[in-house]
């Protein structure tokens, strides 16, 4: 995904999330490695979730009350808006430059279409006039544009759990191809709705009970389904820069692969991870050839029984002997579906800044996993219903 004198340069990002809602609040949750997954109740029933932090629900707050135009967007709006605009300032844009926009959503506008759809049934001839507008996946980056004051071309897409490693690989299109000079791309998702959650429940991947008060468990000895839905959001501003721009600390993407097979299962994901496989390799074949290690995968493994292992024989198949370091947020924020990863790209620049990793509370299904002498280059892996799957990788330092 790069040319021999230009890179796709990850100059700022941001994000919200059951972290927090700023780099020293992230930081401090990484290295407490807590998890943040609470009982909420739904329905009249307690569920476990990772809900926003209080100071990231706090900001949200915040936001929604700055314009009376934002008091009726979705939740998945305003997460993005506050990602956006952190990665922004960040990258040292300014607000009138043109900028390409695309934030996806595996769900999109979860909170108020519940919402708006329970008072359809109550009074079907006062349902709002903004219902339409405000539960369409378009207004996710056209708001965040409008927020921002940018010009340029917003595109919002769904490709489930893959969706923000798509939104990148957009990025790296338009701005490979001169379409765009700068980029922003990633993902939202606010999919703590009864409606939602009951979909999650029905596939019989929900986690029922904690262990050592970890509720998801990715790569569980157990072989149990720990899966639980979480919320967030994370945008990254990329740009085409010449090598000679670079600097030793720059964050480079360098490739990434896509994957799909045929479905086998419900969740379009065979036993031996052919999806998977097929984007590791396809990525892996981007890299120079005499420098194709990787040092460390942040997986996607969402803590179900059968996704989990497929992953796992897939990177098997790819790596053989020579398994790199294998790692997960979602133990401390659960699942958060299409901005996933999305938050494990965050939680990758967190691991290249401190060269530490979150390590695996409990027993797992791999082998104990040693740090590498540094961790310079690391892939990160998504997959979501239908067969699709994506690898991103990306490294620090030129």
């Not at 468990?217 to 501003?237: H, I, S, Y």
């Not at 967190?350 to 509370?361: C, G, R, T, V, Y």
Request: overall charge neutral.
């Amino acid at each position: 995904m790069t040319t021999h004198n230009s890179y796709i340069a990850l100059k700022g990002w941001g994000a919200i999330s059951p972290l927090g809602c700023t780099p020293k609040e992230v930081n401090v949750a990484y290295l407490q490695a807590e998890s943040r997954i609470n009982l909420k109740i739904l329905k009249n029933s307690p569920v476990p979730v990772a809900a926003l932090s209080p100071e990231a629900e706090a900001e949200i707050t915040t936001i929604r009350q700055e314009n009376k135009m934002y008091k009726n967007l979705d939740r998945t709006v305003l997460l993005a808006m506050h990602a956006a605009r952190q990665a922004v300032k960040k990258a040292g844009w300014v607000s009138d430059i043109e900028v390409a926009i695309n934030i996806g959503s595996s769900r999109g506008a979860t909170e108020l279409l519940e919402q708006n759809l329970e008072d359809f049934r109550t009074n079907p001839s006062q349902l709002s006039s903004q219902t339409s507008p405000t539960t369409t996946l378009g207004n996710i980056s056209s708001w965040a544009a409008h927020d921002l004051q940018t010009e340029g071309p917003v595109v919002s897409h769904s490709v489930t759990c893959s969706t923000a490693l798509q939104a990148v690989a957009n990025g790296f299109a338009w701005l490979q191809s001169g379409m765009a000079t700068r980029f922003l791309a990633g993902a939202s998702e606010a999919p703590l709705t009864p409606f939602t959650v009951a979909q999650m429940q029905a596939i019989g991947i929900y986690a029922k009970e904690p262990v050592s008060n970890f509720w998801c468990r990715p790569l569980n000895a157990e072989k149990q389904n720990t899966f639980v839905l979480g919320e967030g959001a994370a945008l990254f501003a990329l740009e085409r820069t010449q090598a000679n721009q670079l600097k030793q600390d720059s964050i480079l993407l360098e490739a990434i692969g896509f994957g799909f097979e045929k479905i086998t299962s419900k969740t379009g994901i065979s036993r031996e991870g052919l999806n998977f496989q097929k984007a590791m390799r396809g990525a892996i074949l981007q890299l120079p050839e005499n420098d194709q290690t990787i040092d460390a995968i942040v997986l996607h493994a969402p803590g179900t029984a059968a996704g989990d292992a497929a992953e796992i024989n897939a990177i098997k198949a790819v790596f053989g002997e020579g398994i790199p370091l294998l790692t997960s947020n979602k133990l401390l924020i659960g699942h958060t579906l299409g901005a996933s990863a999305a938050l494990s790209i965050e939680y990758a620049l967190w691991m290249l800044e401190n060269q530490i990793f979150l390590k695996f509370p409990y027993p797992v299904i791999t082998q104990e996993q040693l740090k590498p002498k540094s961790i310079r280059r690391i892939m990160l892996l998504a997959a979501g219903f239908g067969g699709n799957a994506s690898a991103l990788i990306i490294r620090k330092g030129f």
